[in-house]
Nanobody, 115 residues
């Protein structure tokens, strides 16, 4: 499985960005996709995940501001990020979990939120 992420960039506080991640290769219809992030000097943390059935889970700090969605026909997951804060600055990684619990990671896309 290969993951190609895009959509990162620079934005001012309160702005919005939309990340996309397209999966290719041996994609099973039942899977989980999501986003993690890693800020400088911090551990990688879960941002949001979504199952192929559409169930979602978010870390508390992004609830109400971020929305994860997916297009199963395109094997693509999206992360709409609104009301961005400087503490959202990080490299964002998309992840794909197969039914056998193997995980695959994208290359990361940098999001910078200026104050």
């Amino acid at each position: 499985v290969q993951l190609q992420a895009s959509g990162g960039g620079w934005v001012q506080t309160g702005g919005s960005l939309r990340l996309s991640c397209a999966a290719s290769g041996s994609i099973f219809s039942i899977n989980v996709m999501g986003w993690y992030r890693q800020a400088p000097g911090k551990q990688r943390e879960l941002v949001a995940v979504i199952t192929s059935g559409g169930s979602t889970n978010y870390t508390d700090s992004v609830k109400g501001r971020f929305a994860i969605s997916r297009d199963n026909a395109k094997n693509t997951v999206y992360l709409q990020m609104n009301s961005l804060k400087p503490e959202d600055t990080a490299v964002y990684y998309c992840v794909y979990y197969s039914v056998s619990a193997n995980d695959y990671w994208g290359q990361g896309t940098l999001v910078t939120v200026s104050s």
